[in-house]
């Protein structure tokens, strides 16, 4: 997977380390996991999908983490990427809406050792203000919108990865809040997400269209 991962442009060693260390057959319904270490997304049911690996190396390169940071995740789905972020950063926060999804991300990981990582069942849209601030943050989900309590609990001198856009396709944020609190909002690439559900997400919308 390290050799089609460095095919597909990812140059970071560290990065492509971490595919190393996380066996990706564990995270995968059972019925894909002899495909598990090519490049393809699976339905990992609940209606929601494991995205393919260059997806997560896309955003693991874009991240840029030395290994002391406190990383917030929005979306843990299987929780593969949620443990390829234990391996690159100090400790991982990850809310996942279902809570089914959510305990079973939990307990693949927990079982792999890591003790770096709290996964939560809640929307993630609200992020975790308990922890915050975070260095960085990612969303796996489709935002029509940027959620502000994301924003806010970025630190100064962090960054965030969100797809924005709307349930077809979305455009890759990277945006990066200055020390002086400037925001920078720069388009990385096009990806497709499944929507980024709850009341700062696209629920909202259908909750004003019901009023
Ligand atoms: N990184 C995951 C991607 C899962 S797909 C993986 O590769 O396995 C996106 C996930 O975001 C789904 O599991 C979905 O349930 C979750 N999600 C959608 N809206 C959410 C919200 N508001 N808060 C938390 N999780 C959300």
Redo the contacts with the bound molecule.
């Keep these: 997977m390290v050799e089609q991962l460095q095919g597909a442009g990812i140059k970071d060693l560290a990065v492509l380390h971490a595919f190393d260390q996380v066996p990706r057959h564990l995270?995968v319904p059972e019925r894909f996991a002899a495909r598990a270490y090519t490049d393809e997304a699976f339905p990992?049911g609940?209606g929601?999908?494991?995205?393919k690996p260059s997806t997560?190396a896309l955003y693991l390169q874009a991240l840029n983490l030395d290994g002391d940071e406190r990383v917030l995740?929005?979306?843990?789905?299987?929780?593969?990427?949620?443990a390829l972020l234990a391996t690159l950063a100090e400790h991982v926060y990850s809310?996942?809406?279902?809570p089914k999804?959510a305990e079973a991300a939990r307990a693949r990981i927990e079982s792999l050792g890591f003790t770096n990582v709290a996964v939560r069942a809640?929307?993630?849209?609200y992020g975790w203000r308990a922890y915050s601030p975070f260095d960085a943050i990612l969303v796996?989900?489709g935002a029509l919108k940027m959620p502000k309590p994301l924003l806010e609990q970025l630190r100064p001198g962090g960054r965030m990865l969100i797809p924005i856009g709307d349930s077809e396709s979305q455009q890759l944020h990277r945006i990066e809040k200055t020390a002086e609190e400037e925001i920078e909002d720069t388009v990385i690439g096009q990806v497709r997400?499944?929507?980024?559900?709850?009341l700062?997400?696209h629920d909202e919308t259908e909750r004003r269209a019901g009023e």
């Design positions: 995270f990992l609940h929601q999908t494991i995205s997560h995740e929005i979306g843990t789905g299987s929780g593969y990427q949620t809310i996942e809406r279902v999804l809640s929307d993630g849209t796996t989900a997400f499944v929507p980024l559900r709850g700062g997400g």
